[in-house]
């Protein structure tokens, strides 16, 4: 099982980025993905998540209104979407998946991929 983050840049503060999961090796539709991210420092937090049907969403509270998540299935991939990007946002995004729950804690005994470094410059 892999999973393959991409997306990651420097931007401006208010600005916009999308990030890209790819996986391969698993049957995607029978799992949850979501992202977390971790700043230097800081203990790594959960961001966002989609439950295996994309029929629920999940998010944390300091990135509703401004990140998306979103997959497409065909393509065994999820996504997310920032805007209104802030410093405190900065941090290596990683995508995780699970089989269990869209919830966080069911995110840390599943698949993890390596992460991808978005920087937000003030």
């Known amino acids: 099982v892999q999973l393959q983050a991409s997306g990651g840049g420097l931007v401006e503060t208010g600005g916009s980025l999308r990030l890209s999961c790819a996986t391969s090796?698993?049957?995607?539709?029978?799992?949850?993905t979501g992202w977390f991210r971790q700043a230097p420092g800081k203990e790594r937090e959960f961001v966002a998540a989609i439950s295996r049907s994309g029929s629920r969403t999940v998010y944390a509270d300091s990135v509703k209104g401004r990140f998306t998540i979103s997959r497409d299935v065909d393509k065994s991939a999820v996504y997310l979407q920032m805007n209104s990007l802030k410093p405190e946002d900065a941090a290596v995004y990683y995508c995780?998946?699970?089989?269990?729950?869209?919830?966080?804690?069911?995110?840390?005994?599943?698949?993890w991929g390596h992460g991808t470094l978005v920087t937000v410059s003030s």
């Open positions: 995780a998946a699970n089989r269990v729950g869209a919830e966080r804690h069911w995110f840390e005994s599943g698949y």
């Open positions: 090796g698993l049957s995607f539709r029978l799992y949850n």
